[in-house]
């Protein structure tokens, strides 16, 4: 068991971990879908989706609509979608409009309670911004691919964040779903972690690589750490 008392920060993952981006993902897919020739299960959508958008954050740094759109590209391909019928900015343009988890917005205002709270994201400033208006809740920092320059698993993200707050790491407590992009990076970095596991009973990784990190703990929900945190405050 962590001991939540000493954290002075929560950072936080944004989509999969506060925005429910696998049901944001299918929702925008779902025109692209009806218009393809070849039918995949959800499953496959997402296993897809995951493969393809690591291989465009690998490497040189592109912004995060022309990785979309590049996901697009290859599953419009994958899908067989007629060209004419192929909108590969349906990604991009649907993520403003993301819902949060229904616990996010609550927990999270009790966690502002008790610490600082940050976001450290696979995505930019303008996606962001949009996303904000959805959380509600101000975050103390946030720390975008755009700034970096590069996209998690990079540990330059991390190292960045650390920098940008000027909180000793030991101080911050870093919660995320994806084991790949996040809990990975903060185990080798020594940040203390919390897997999310919005997938909790759901089988395969859904929209992330796979990963066999293993967490510091792991919840199945962002109410359930609020509840850790309010208890041992």
């Not at 929702?27 to 218009?35: H, K, M, P």
């Not at 990785?67 to 343009?93: I, K, N, S, T, Y």
């Not at 996606?127 to 698993?153: C, H």
Request: with cysteine; glycine share 4%; proline share 5%.
């Amino acid at each position: 068991m962590l001991d939540f008392r000493r954290f002075d920060v929560v950072s936080f993952d944004c989509y999969g971990t506060l925005i429910n981006w696998e049901r944001g993902i299918l929702d925008a897919l779902r025109a692209t879908r009806e218009n393809a020739n070849r039918t995949l299960s959800d499953r496959e959508v997402l296993e897809a989706y995951a493969m393809l958008e690591q291989r465009l954050e690998t490497g040189h740094y592109m912004p995060y609509r022309l990785v979309l759109r590049g996901v697009m590209r290859e599953l419009v391909q994958l899908l067989e979608v007629p060209a004419p019928r192929a909108d590969f900015d349906a990604l991009a343009d649907s993520l403003p409009r993301w819902r949060a988890f229904p616990d996010t917005v609550a927990s999270l205002y009790r966690l502002k309670k008790h610490c600082k709270l940050a976001i450290i994201s696979n995505t930019d400033r303008e996606f962001f911004a949009d996303t904000a208006r959805t959380l509600d809740v101000r975050f103390d920092w946030v720390i975008t691919a755009e700034d970096v320059g590069s996209y998690k698993p990079s540990h330059k993200n991390f190292e960045h964040a650390l920098a940008t707050m000027g909180i000793p790491k030991e101080r911050v407590l870093h919660a995320a779903q994806s084991r790949f992009h996040d809990i990975a990076p903060a185990h080798a970095l020594g940040i203390a972690n919390v897997w999310v596991n919005r997938r909790t009973g759901v089988d395969g990784e859904g929209a992330t690589m796979p990963s066999l990190a293993v967490p510091d703990f792991e919840v199945p929900d962002l109410k359930t750490l609020a509840d850790l945190v309010e208890a041992r405050a």
